[in-house]
């Protein structure tokens, strides 16, 4: 073993040229009716398997068609690993007019280059490239180059290896095919998937031959949640391995003089350490793992023979550098050095669960892990990953199955999956309601990451970088009412932890449904499981699941103090699964504060086709399950607080706002925004203003100044307040801020200028029921009533069932107080088509009031405030047809309306609509 590991490579780092080998059945252009071909011409491969050595021959022959082909295939580039075999050149030719043009015999010789391409990726594979730029090579001509590589495996010994991927159809080409062939006498292997059609080899002139014509049939199409290995590339795979324990056989004894080190190493004395440390094997092995994926950097060392020849363990800690197999024989070396039973293993990354249905062959392996084997529990310890501990070690990496590389060999051993321990994720989150449940929510999060995943928020947390953060923060809280006042990253190093912690305030979660302000937990379409096997080729293939993953989170919901009777609906305990996955909640109230906790497991497998019916089922059943929170019916809204306890409840928020603008990046103008938002929400109309002055100063848009605009009206300035929207429609000049501005002049008395505006402003057909409606006020404003009845009435015969239109009819002739009973029909019609038929039932009811019917006018407005309770237009009227029957209870609706939108008093006035004294 020590001769093997020493000996030279027999092999050159030049280009050799020489004839193709003497078994090539060479390919001719006569196969091809070049004329008619796609631009591919010829694709040859073939493969001899003999002697140790594999043998690679690929001849191509391109027809240049147009400039991108010229500059695709104006350099020729070939590559092989000069420590396994030589790189060969037989032809480098261009055919021209049928006549050939001999690049290489006109002394044209290729480049040759290291490839460092992955060295950013820590990848380093000791191949060399030859480069050779063609020379005169035009469009029209077709390019033809033939070449060889040798292999021989100084890991295999006599044993050889090949592999083709056999391409399919729609692949285009003139002539393809794939051979690979093997002495008679030769114990060789081969083996491809079903649906590639290969047929047994044939003895041509003492070889076994396999020949494939490309492109093969096309594959038939597999669901995307199908195992992989229904889903696996067509590649047809040759060997001298019988099984995978001659497979293994041939690995293992690399490996094990790799990991022998002297009782005087540095690798010894590690492992003294660590037995030093604990006498606990488990949290040995753990402290073992850390060592190397912490102390040892990652590097793909292809170099002489590496790509499986392993490097010793004591050159990695040496060097501290290696790749999977450096990093696995240095975990080796360790464990075996405290007497802790151990193997490495080969492992496949990508579609492990069909490893057992392929050739034995060490290409269908990617990466090499330890299989370590602690009081009859086996642990899969990967030293390239990162941030193992005690916690998760015995988590399994989602690779199926492994080959273990005792000296004996051995077979292959499934993987099998157990639950995670411990949550990969931990969210702990809390929503502060104490200011009241139509108000925003103070809110702080952490969430906890750990493993692999968490660390790569290790670099992020050793940067520290405010900006980042802050700009995180603003990508994080985007979304109405949201705004972040901190925001931190760490990384605890001994947990493996990531650890991100946010503060800040977000929108409320409450909203008003059927009479009551509810909080609800709605699972529609959170879990979703629906894989389609409704063909019949489909019906008995199992669904993969994905996985490992377990996340949990723990949520708590603090209620305002004082408001009781809050009303819990749904199982305080969950305990529910569906297709691997599981799903475990709890729910606890402990005065004001209620406590969710949810548990989520994910495990990898395998669902049988079977059984998709049940697993459907299920979720459906797990998303129709709700739980709400119910606020007390008769809670107080905003703007039925005093001011004097508005301005107490909301100075928490206030100062949370303000925490956030001044955390916010230089750049980043959301908190601001958010903060405007908030100050009109609790009807500070000043603070609104100030801050829309700052925002329309530092960036301003057609929106900025519409809002502002429409401050200043409540403010009563109309004259800023129909500057702001002629501003807006100076920046876009839309049908929105057109209308909105054409408005705002007429109630301003300057309503020719309205109309003026009205008359030249384009209309498309989706805004003719918007545009009617303004005209109709503007022309009413104006005098113009029978103008703005046709204007409505055109509209109506147009759009008979369109809600907004009949609405438009409606309001328009209560507001004005023409011919209100005519109004009733086109009100009723657009209640009953409406989605929210609040605004059409607030039509109705001034319609009633304009005919003095106040029981009907109530009635409607009640029924549009039950709806929508903070609809201000609504509260108003309601309050002055209170007064006109003499409740004194209108005297509050007037004044909560006014709160709200204090520029209704001068319009309705305008209209004669004004509470009575």
Sequence with gaps: MAIILAAPANAGEAVLYGPAPDWVDAATLDLVDVEDAPSTLIYDWQQRLEDGVVTEYEDAAIRIDNPELLMDHGTVSLSWLPDKGDLTVHRVEIIRAGQSIDVIGGGTQFEVIRRERGLEQRLLDGQLTATLAVSGLQVDDILRVTHSVTVDDQALGDEMQASQYLFQEPWQVGFSRAIVSWPEDSEVYWRAEDVAGVEPPVVVDGYKTLTIALPIDELPDMPGDAPSRFNRDPVLRVGTFANWQDLSRAFAPHYQVAAQVADNSDVAAKAREIMAATRDPLERTALAVRLVQDEVSYLLNGLDGGNYMPQSAEETWEKRYGDCKAKSVLLYSLLSQMGIDAIPVLVSTRGGDAIPELLPIPGNFDHMIVRANIDGTDYWLDGTSTATR??????????????PLPVAGADLVPMTQRRKASPDMVMEATSDYSAGIDFPALFSLTMKISGPQGATLRAAADEADEEQLKRFASSFASGPGGALTSVSLSYDDDRALGILTAEGIMASDFSWADGRMRLSSDQTDKFAFNPDRARPEWRNIPVQTGGPQYNRVNASVILPEGMDDFEVTGDAVIDEGFANTAIYGTRAIEGNVIRFSVDVWNDLGEIPASELPAHKRKVRQLNALEAEVLAPEDFAWRWEIDSATLAKRVKPLLDAYDRAVDFSAADDWGPLTQRATFKAQIFDWDGVLADLDTLIANQPSAYLHSWRGGVHEALGDREAAIADAQAAYDLDPSTYFALNLAELLAYGGKRDE???????????????????????????????????????????ADKPTNASVLNADCWFRGLFNVQPEAALSSCTKAIERATNSAPMLDSRAMVSYRMGDYDAALSDLDSALELAPGLSASLYLRGIVRLEKGDKAGRTDVERALRMAPELAAKYAMHGVVPKN
């Design 390 to 403: 005690l916690s998760n070690i015995g988590e399994v990496p989602a690779f199926f199955y492994a080959l």
């Design 754 to 796: 309205a109309l003026d505006l009205l008359a030249d402003l384009p209309v498309s057909d989706d805004e003719e029921g918007s545009y009617a409606s303004t005209f109709a006020t503007v022309a009413g404003l104006a005098g113009r009533t029978d103008d703005a009845i046709a204007a409505l009435e055109e509209q109506v």
